[in-house]
C-alpha cells in the first residue's frame, strides 16, 4: 500500500484520533452505498480486532428528559478526569415517519467544544438490524481513535432501548423527575435492560416529588431485578441545570463497571458482543455479495415484478433468485 | 409426489381448511431447525402466490388493554357475518427478558369453540425481523385455508408495532378507556401507524371519562395525521364486558377498508407487503445456505474461537468464513 492510497490515510488518522478522519470512517460504515460498505469493511479490517477496553455506556429515555444535556455535563466531568470522551447519538425509533426525533445536538455545545471529544447525531432512517450494525461498528472506530468512554444515546423504551443493551456496559435510562406519565414504562425497563436509572432536572420545586419517586422506583428496581443479577439498579437524581449529582451518578457507573469487572459479567458481555458483531457482519456480507452478483442483477427486476403482480409467492421468488446465485458463484 | 408426501398431504389439508394441519404448517414456519425450515419453504411454494385477498387487522396496545377480549367479541361478530376468522397473537416485544408477555388466550374461549376460526399464540423469543417473517408466512398460511379475515394480536407501542404495521391492512390500537399514563404514547402512536384508536372498557362510571378522552384524541388524530394521508384515525369506545361498540368498531374497519380500496392505497400495501416478503425470503435463504455449507460448517467453530477471544476482529472473521462459503459454492 502507497502513502496515495485513501484506506490507508484513513486508518492512519483514525490511529492518530483524527477527528475528521474519524467521522469520515463512521460515513462510510453508515453509507448504504455499496462501494462505501466495502471501504468499510476494509478500514475495519486494517484496524484490526481492537482493545475492547473502551467503556461504553447506554444512554436512553423519552424525548425531552434532557439525555443530550446529561451527556453535556456527565461528558465534561468525564474529560476532567482525564477521560477521551466520544458520543455517538442514535434513533432507531422512528421506521414509519422517516424522521429523525433526536433534534440538534446544540445542547452539547460546551463538550462539543472541548479537544478530548468527538461528537456524531446519526439520525437514520433505516431498520433496526442495520442501526444497531452501524452503531457497533462506530464504536469500534472510536475506541481505534483512542475514546475510552464512549456513550450511546438512543430514544425511547423497548425494541430501541434493548437494541442499544446489546452494544453497551451500563445502561442509564434518563427520565424527567416530575413526569408522571412514563412510570409504568420505567418499571417495565427496570426489569430488562436498565442499569441505573437517573431522575433528571430534579431541581427546585420538582426536587421533592423526585425524592418521592426514587423511593418508589428503588422498590420497584429491587423486585424488578430479584433473582436475575445481583446488581440493584440505583437511582441517581440529576440537574444538569444546577449540575448536581453528576458525582453521584459517575460514582454509580463506577460502581456498576466494578461489579460488571468483578462478577466476570463483562468478559461475558464483551463475547457476546463480539458473537453478535460477527454474526451482523456475515449478514451484511453475505448480502452485499448477493447484490454485486451479476446474474442475480440480471434476473432480478424480472422476478420483483412477477412478485409484485402476484404471479409469483416470494418464497418461489426468492428461490428463484437464490439458485442464480448459488449457482453463479460455482461456476465462476 | 405420491400420497405417502407428508408435504403433498399438508399441503392439501390446508387448501381444505384442515385446522390441525394449518397449526402444523406453523410450527414448520416457526422452527429454527434448518429441516424444518426447508419444509416450510416447500410448502409455502407449493401453496402459491396466493389471493392475497384476505383482510389483515392488526390488533395492538399495552398489557391489559383488553386486547384478546375484544378480539373474541369482534372475532365472533364477524363470523356471524360469514368470515372465516384466524387470530395470530405474536409477542416480539421482549428480547431481553425471553418470556412471553401475552399471558395465556383463554379470554379467547368463545371464539375458539367456533368452527370457522382458527387461534395462534406464538410467543416467540427470536429477533424482531424473525418473528416479522414467520407471521407474514402464517398470515399466507391462514389464507391458503380459507381464512379471510386475519387478526394480528402484538403487545406494545413503537418498534414492535410498526414491524406488525408493515404485515397488515388496518392498525387497532387498544387502549384503557380510563389510563391517563399512557396519552402520549397514544399520540405519538396516532403520528405513526395507527388507522383506529380503541377506547376500550368504556363502561360503568369509565363511560364519562371515555367521552372526554376519545375527543382529546380525535383532535390528536387530526393533527398527527395533517398532510400524511386522507384518512382521519376514528376514535371508538367499546365494551367488551358490555359488548357495547361492537358495530360501530366493525363499521369503523370496514370504513377503513373502503379507503384503502378507494384510494388505490390497498393496491400499494401488497405491493409493499410482497416487496418485503421477498426480501425477508432472500435474507432467510442466503443464511440457510450459508449455514448447510460444509466448508464453512468445518470452519466456523475455529473462527468464532478467535473472534471471542479477540484474536480476530469480527470484520476479519466474517470475511474469511465468506471466501469459505462462495469458494465452496464456486467449486461445487
Redesign the interface.
Known amino acids: 500500500m502507497t502513502d496515495a492510497d485513501p484506506l490507508a490515510v484513513l486508518v492512519r488518522g483514525i490511529r492518530a484520533g483524527d477527528r475528521r478522519l474519524l467521522a469520515r470512517a463512521i460515513t462510510l460504515v453508515e453509507s448504504s452505498q455499496a462501494g462505501d460498505a466495502a471501504e468499510a469493511?476494509e478500514v475495519?479490517?486494517r484496524?484490526?480486532?481492537?482493545s475492547?477496553n473502551g467503556i461504553r455506556i447506554g444512554v436512553t429515555g423519552?424525548p425531552g428528559a434532557g439525555k443530550s444535556t446529561l451527556i453535556d455535563v456527565l461528558g465534561r466531568h468525564a474529560t476532567e478526569r482525564g477521560k477521551r470522551v466520544a458520543v455517538l447519538a442514535v434513533d432507531?425509533?422512528?421506521?414509519?415517519?422517516g424522521g429523525s426525533v433526536l433534534g440538534d445536538k446544540t445542547r452539547m455545545v460546551r463538550l462539543a467544544t472541548l479537544p478530548d471529544t468527538f461528537i456524531r447525531p446519526s439520525p437514520t432512517r433505516g431498520?433496526?438490524?442495520g442501526t444497531t450494525r452501524h452503531t457497533r461498528e462506530a464504536i469500534?472506530l472510536c475506541e481505534a481513535a483512542g475514546y475510552d468512554l464512549i456513550f450511546v444515546e438512543t430514544v425511547?423504551?423497548?425494541?430501541?432501548e434493548?437494541a442499544v443493551?446489546s452494544l453497551v456496559d451500563s445502561v442509564l435510562l434518563v427520565v424527567l423527575a416530575d413526569a408522571?406519565?412514563?412510570?409504568?414504562?420505567i418499571k417495565r425497563g427496570l426489569?430488562?435492560?436498565t442499569d441505573i436509572v437517573v431522575l433528571n432536572k430534579a431541581d427546585g420545586e420538582r426536587r421533592a416529588r423526585a425524592e418521592l419517586r426514587a423511593a418508589e422506583l428503588r422498590t420497584a428496581a429491587r423486585v424488578g431485578r430479584a433473582g436475575r443479577d445481583t446488581w440493584q439498579p440505583p437511582v441517581v437524581l440529576t440537574s444538569a441545570l444546577e449540575e448536581s449529582g453528576i458525582e453521584e451518578l459517575w460514582a454509580a457507573l463506577a460502581a456498576h463497571r466494578e461489579h460488571l469487572e468483578g462478577s466476570g459479567r463483562l468478559r461475558a458481555l464483551?463475547?457476546d458482543q463480539?458473537?453478535a458483531?460477527?454474526s451482523?457482519?456475515?449478514?451484511?456480507?453475505?448480502?452485499d455479495?448477493?447484490s454485486r452478483d451479476q446474474a442475480v442483477a440480471a434476473a432480478y427486476a424480472a422476478?420483483?415484478q412477477h412478485?409484485?403482480s402476484?404471479?409469483?409467492?416470494?418464497?418461489?421468488?426468492?428461490?428463484r433468485?437464490?439458485e442464480l446465485?448459488?449457482d453463479r458463484?460455482?461456476?465462476?
Not at 47 to 50: A, D, H, N, S
Not at 92 to 97: G, I, K, N, R, T
Not at 180 to 185: C, W
Open positions: 469493511r475495519l479490517k484496524l484490526g480486532p481492537g475492547d423519552a432507531p425509533s422512528s421506521v414509519a415517519s431498520v433496526l438490524g469500534t425511547g423504551v423497548g425494541q430501541s434493548q443493551a408522571g406519565d412514563e412510570l409504568s414504562a426489569s430488562e435492560v464483551r463475547q463480539r458473537r458483531a460477527l451482523a457482519a456475515l449478514d451484511a456480507g453475505l448480502k455479495a448477493f422476478v420483483e412478485v409484485l402476484g404471479a409469483l409467492s416470494p418464497n418461489a421468488g426468492a428461490e433468485l437464490l446465485f448459488l458463484a460455482r461456476s465462476g
